[in-house]
Nanobody, 112 residues
Framework: VQLQASGGGLVQAGGSLKLSCTAS??????MSWYRQAPGKQRELVAI???????EYVDSVKGRFTISTDNAKNTVYLQMDSLKPEDTAVYYC?????????WGQGTEVTVSS
């Protein structure tokens, strides 16, 4: 099982980006996005279950939206009203058949 993330880039504060993560397989029970800023630990940003329930870290509530397209085996992270403190490498992670799988990171840089 492989996860391929994309969509990162450089954006000004207040701007938007949409990250995508496509899985090589289907039937994930949970999909999530993590991020790791320079010098900081990796943190969970958002998670979505196969039933569509979502959870967000407090710092992104109201600004980020996680969603899935099951037909495309893809999870998205719509990021609006971006702040410089959102700068990080973003990773997707999926739970499938009893195991968690990581995708490679995609870098997001928010300039002030």
């Amino acid at each position: 099982v492989q996860l391929q993330a994309s969509g990162g880039g450089l954006v000004q504060a207040g701007g938007s980006l949409k990250l995508s993560c496509t899985a090589s397989g289907s039937g994930f029970n949970m999909m999530s996005w993590y991020r790791q800023a320079p010098g900081k630990q990796r943190e969970l940003v958002a998670i979505i279950s196969n039933l569509g329930s979502t959870e967000y870290v407090d710092s992104v509530k109201g600004r980020f939206t996680i969603s899935t397209d099951n037909a495309k085996n893809t999870v998205y992270l719509q990021m609006d009203s971006l702040k410089p403190e959102d700068t990080a490498v973003y990773y997707c992670r999926g739970f499938y058949s009893g195991n968690w799988y990581w995708g490679q990171g995609t870098e997001v840089t928010v300039s002030s």
